[in-house]
Each structure stands twice: as C-alpha cells, then as structure tokens.
C-alpha cells in the first residue's frame, strides 16, 4: 500500500506511535507559506530540565515549540517542527547575540522520538516507547555561553504527515538552515538578522551540520554562518551500514531504506525485488521505535 498519511493535514485524526499520542501542534497544515524559513506556528515549551534563576527566569532559559516551512530533497515544500530557546545567561561577547542551530543526533524515526519532545520530556518511557533527550547538556552548554539555541526536528520527524528522511543530505541541511531562518521569527526572540549563525551536530547531527554549511552559500546566502561543528558524520554511508550491521542500531538500515524510498519512490520497486517477507515486517517495525512514523507511504504499491 502507499500514499495515505498517518493524520489529516488539519490535524483531525490524533497520530499515536508506540503508544505515545503525538500533540497536534506537530500535524502540519494543509498550505504551506512561499518562503522557507517562514514561521508557520508557535507555542510555549516547558523545559523538562529547568530551574528558577535569582533574577526570576528560568534557566536555562525559556523555550518557544516551533513549526516552520522548508523544501525535500524533491523541491517540495514541508512543514519542519523544532524548538528555540532564548538563553537566561547574558551574551558578553562582541555584536548582538549569536544563534547556533542544532541538529540532533540519532533518535529514531518515530515521531515521539522528536528532539523538541524530548527537550520537554528527557525521557519517556510509555506504551512501547524508550527514548532519552541525549542532546540537552550540548544545547545547555551552549545557553550557558549566552548563545541562543534553535533545534531542529528534521524533515518528517514529528511532522505527522510523511516519514522522517534519515541521512538524507538535502532534506537535514535544508532543515538545519531554515530552522535559523525561523528563529528570528519567534516572539520574544533576541537574535536579529546581523546575528552570527553556528551550527552544531555530531553523528547524524554532524552530516546535518556538515550538509547545511556546504548547502548555505546557494541556499541561504543572507544568513550570517560563522562556523560549523561537524562531529562524526556518517558521510560514507556503504562503511556505516557495515560497520552497524548486527549491533544495537541496526534499526539505521530500516530508517535509511524507509526514508530514501519516501524521497525516491523508484526505490520502493527495488527494495521490495530484493527483500523477502522477514525483511519486510522487519523494515516496517523499525519504523515506529526510537533510536520510530508511520509507514504507510513507503512501502510497495
């Protein structure tokens, strides 16, 4: 089967992964705006991990749920969820404050593996469900510094509408850059368009990161990058697949066939010729679990 969507794009069917009901802020609408980077939606996100400071405000700061326009691999628009947090912590460095754009690494490719869920929820362990919110003490380090921090959820992860494009280079650069475009967007936020842009990504962060600074000059000329993390990419990914084959995160072959059949469906023909029905049921659970989506459009016609 293929095609129809785990949610209706108004967000009328609730979407529950592995026994976690996935909120409708993360259903994306039906039109999406012309420009990406544009601010689609936004609301409040309370911090799992957060305490009151001597001035009153939370630290380590107060964070704003996002959801903001981007473009697939394919040229198509997509609504893109992440998350920006305005520091508590003063910025004492030259210029106004900087912004580093985050991208997570592994955290599955169900939707309530999203790392803006996690930051509001460091671990979930409900219905079938385990994930853990890894990323918070780089993004906390990070406000510690005075910087201001916008994560993203990627392409289809927590987006209730397609399946999450694990290592798709396009899909995660485009995402990392219009997530720094949105920021500037959020209200209360102290970042401006002169604000210095970071990016910061380890594992399949690091290709993110890695994929948004050579993606930049052509795709987001008018933001400000200053540098770039890139941790431990997995950017020949014939080595990878050989090198995870058998351990714990053997899931990553799932993720990596759901998500390029979702992009390439002439793929969908060839993974299914050289898959037999163990591989199938196989394929189709590690849809769901974390480090988990519903894959209804990527399988064979």
């Known amino acids: 089967m293929s095609g129809a969507p785990a949610a209706a794009a108004d967000g009328s069917t609730p979407v529950v992964s592995r026994g976690v009901t996935i909120p ?3 259903n994306p609408p039906a039109q999406l705006p012309a420009a990406n980077g544009t601010l689609i939606r936004s609301e409040p996100l309370p911090l799992g991990l957060s305490i009151p400071g001597l001035d009153g405000r939370p630290m380590p700061g107060t ?3 996002l959801m903001y326009r981007s473009t697939d691999s394919n040229g198509q628009a997509v609504g893109v969820t992440g998350a920006y947090i305005e520091p508590s912590a003063a910025w004492r460095g030259t210029g106004p404050r900087p912004l580093v754009a985050v991208a997570s690494g592994t955290m599955g490719q169900g939707d309530q593996c999203v790392p803006s869920l996690a930051l509001q929820y460091p671990l979930t362990l409900r219905g079938d469900t385990v994930s853990v919110g890894y990323e918070s003490l780089a993004i906390y380090r990070l406000l510690s510094s005075g910087a201001a921090v916008v994560v993203t959820d990627y392409v289809g992860l927590g987006a209730t509408d397609r399946v999450h494009t694990y290592v798709n280079h396009l899909d995660q650069g485009h995402a990392l850059l219009d997530a720094a475009r949105a920021a500037r967007a959020v209200p209360g936020a102290s970042v401006t368009r002169d604000s210095r842009v970071g990016l910061y990504g380890y594992s399949q962060g690091g290709g993110a990161s ?3 600074a050579e993606l930049q000059p052509t795709y987001a000329p008018e933001l400000p990058l ?5 941790g431990a990419p997995p950017a020949d990914l014939t080595s990878v697949l050989k090198g995870i084959d058998g351990s714990a995160l053997t899931g990553a072959l799932g993720w990596s066939m759901n998500g390029f059949a979702q992009s390439d469906p002439a793929l969908r023909g060839v993974i299914e010729a050289n898959i037999n029905s163990t591989g199938r049921a196989v394929r189709w659970r590690t849809c ?12 064979a016609s």
């Open 210 to 212: 890695a994929a948004a």
């Open 63 to 65: 964070a704003t749920r």
């Open 24 to 26: 409708a802020f993360y």
């Open 288 to 299: 769901r679990p974390c480090a988990s989506a519903t894959c209804s459009s990527v399988t």
């Open 226 to 230: 200053a540098g770039s993390y890139v």
